[in-house]
């Protein structure tokens, strides 16, 4: 007998329950790690309010983790019992003592990266990948926009932007949280619950503003963000923690200077074994030489899970947040 999470129904954190299962045999392509870490990101919370459709209700929550293998299906080559590994592309069901997984969305654990390291960056770590160096692809020089600056993502993006010559303004709700995003590399923090971001970004760029925003707020700052755009430049829209944006009439890009709009998701970059590997590669190498450091703000037993979505929720959370099982 093992214990996980599960939801039956969404709803706020108290819909977490703490349940008995028993731990699968994997499928012929499958592996069931024994996880040691698991991370906690905001798209749990989605999934379990109901923004984002778990397959079915119930359902374990949880995409990112990392462990050890203790079990290989028939037809699974690249993995023995015992390998370190870490995932971060789903399927659901992270939050548990065990998760069962294709195995090609695992990847070898670096011996120096250790489990919670693993479980606070890689979801993260592969995103901010993807963010910056695929979807921004910098020269060095310029000066960005990334909302929440001192969160998981943002810490992480703080540093790897510091580290290829990009001058990252940071977005954050208080003055701590300002003063830990320029410790991690930040250039520059506008605190958007007393400054107005896009009058800052202004003064910031001698009025030039940003080729590149990036914007996992929302709803909240979807008009800030698109006031922050150089002409010609790129909105990244890539989360919702104050709600979705909707009903977006396209016009308005035309109107703030031909810009450009992605919404992408972790998932349409890390869409195969190779390209997932390839990006794991490049973040296990900027953490291995120590230009990006995964900084755990909190740790919670699993069992707590519900205290840990409350804590991101209500913005009380800094860096990664990692569960343990
Ligand atoms: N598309 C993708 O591939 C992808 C992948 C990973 C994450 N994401 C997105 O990236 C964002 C960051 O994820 P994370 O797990 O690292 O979370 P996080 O940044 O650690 O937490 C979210 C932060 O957003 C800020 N925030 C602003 N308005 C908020 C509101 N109404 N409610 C809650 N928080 C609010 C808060 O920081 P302040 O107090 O400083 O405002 C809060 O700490 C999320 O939106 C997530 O969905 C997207």
Redesign the pocket.
Known sequence: MAKRIQISRHGGPEVLEWVDCTPPEPGPHEVRVRNRAIG?????T?YRSGLYAPPQLPSSLGTEGAGEVEAVGSAVERFRVGDRVAYATGPLGAYGEFHVLPADRLVRLPDSIDFEQAAAAM??G??VQ??LRQIGRFQGGETILF?????????LACQWAKALGVRLIG????PE?AERARALGAWATID??RENVAQRVLELTGGRKCPVVYD??????WETSLDCVAPRGLLVS??????PVTGVNLGVLAQKGSLFVT???????ADTPERLQAMADELFAVLISGQVRVEIGQRFPLAEAARAHEA??????????VLLP
């Open positions: 906690l990101n905001f798209i749990d989605y979801l993260k592969l995103t993807y963010l909302h929440a600056a001192a969160g998981g993502v943002g810490s977005t954050v709700g208080s949280k958007y619950s996992s707020i929302g709803k909240d700052t890539f989360g919702n923690a104050s709600g919404r992408p998701q972790l998932a349409g970059y991101l929720a209500s913005r009380q959370t800094v860096g990664s947040t």
